[in-house]
């Protein structure tokens, strides 16, 4: 008998839950007891869902050091994700390695705001979770195109102290972008140790801006233009304006986490479209998700 030890010392690694959350978003609980042990918010893995697969990063959603699982949410946005999101609880992915890139600093912080835009959001809840759990009050915002993509609302709830919940179209909660509530926060007056803000860049890029007149720190996590995870493709090279000077960081080794008025986003944006061509071709050619029924 192949016990899931075994399939661990062979390279494997067993899919404990797969839960969808919406159309095209999935959760899975992976067995990988030594990535549970040392994860931290905001880090993340690097898997193969087969031995000729890439190498793809995915950021850590959630532990379970008594069961030795690790939470992952993506979204089906190429190939591999889609190979990903067709495989079943119980069956076994190829590598699942990590915990990789530097933890999301706490410590010290009494009122923060946390803010999540789509996918972002499973990113942003264990920082959450951590805050709340470390005496912080938390005040949560979570944005989406409409209704249909809403996720993880309830867990939010759980680990904040007041959540807004904003969809652009406003098919459910709140209409508007995340920047909605925050300038309305922030014009009343009320002041956070720090914003800390994932999702796509064009959404980093204007909290930002909303914070920058209320000299609040903002952190923005650049998972959105990794790619090898491991600083060797250098295809999250990121430039960061400080003192008056361009520097050159790599996102996957030198973040993900990094101060918000020093990214230069236009540049990032520009360079996280560069491979959108090439995706959409890959996943043409192997995605089956939207012709079931």
């Not at 050091?65 to 076994?92: M, N, P, R, W």
């Not at 098919?171 to 925050?182: F, I, Q």
């Not at 020093?262 to 996943?283: N, W």
Request: proline fraction near 4%.
């Amino acid at each position: 008998m192949i016990t899931d030890k075994k399939q661990r010392e062979w390279g494997m690694y067993k899919i404990v839950s797969k839960k969808k959350l919406n159309r095209n978003v999935m959760q899975m609980e992976i067995d990988a007891p030594l990535v549970a042990a040392k994860a931290k918010p905001g880090q993340f893995i690097i898997l193969r869902v087969d031995e000729e697969g890439e190498r793809i990063p995915l950021t850590i959603a959630g532990k379970d050091t008594k069961k030795g699982t690790v939470k992952i949410i993506f979204k089906v946005a190429g190939s591999t994700t889609d190979l990903l999101f067709h495989k079943e609880a119980g069956e076994y992915i190829c590598d699942f390695a990590g915990p990789l890139g530097n933890p999301t600093h706490t410590g010290g912080l009494k009122r923060v705001c946390i803010i999540g835009g789509g996918v972002g959001c499973a990113i942003s809840l264990p920082v959450a979770k951590e805050l709340k759990e470390s005496g912080a009050f938390v005040t949560g915002i979570i944005g989406f195109k409409n209704k249909e993509h809403v996720i993880l609302e309830d867990d939010f709830r759980e680990v904040t102290d007041e959540l807004y919940v904003m969809t652009d179209d406003g098919s459910y909660a709140m209409h508007g972008n995340v920047t909605v509530p925050l300038k309305a926060i922030l014009e009343k007056g009320d002041r956070f140790d720090e914003i800390i803000t994932i999702g796509p860049l064009i959404m980093m890029k204007f909290v930002v801006a909303a914070a920058k007149p209320y000299d609040i720190p903002v952190s923005v996590s650049m998972n959105p233009i990794m790619i090898d995870g491991t600083g060797m493709c250098g295809g999250c090279r990121l430039t960061l304006n400080k003192d008056g000077k361009r520097l050159i960081k790599f996102a996957c080794v030198d973040g993900p986490d990094f101060n918000g008025y020093e990214v230069d986003f236009d540049e990032a944006m520009t360079r996280g479209s560069m491979y959108k061509d090439f995706e959409l071709h890959a996943y043409e050619e192997t995605c089956h998700l939207f012709g079931e029924n």
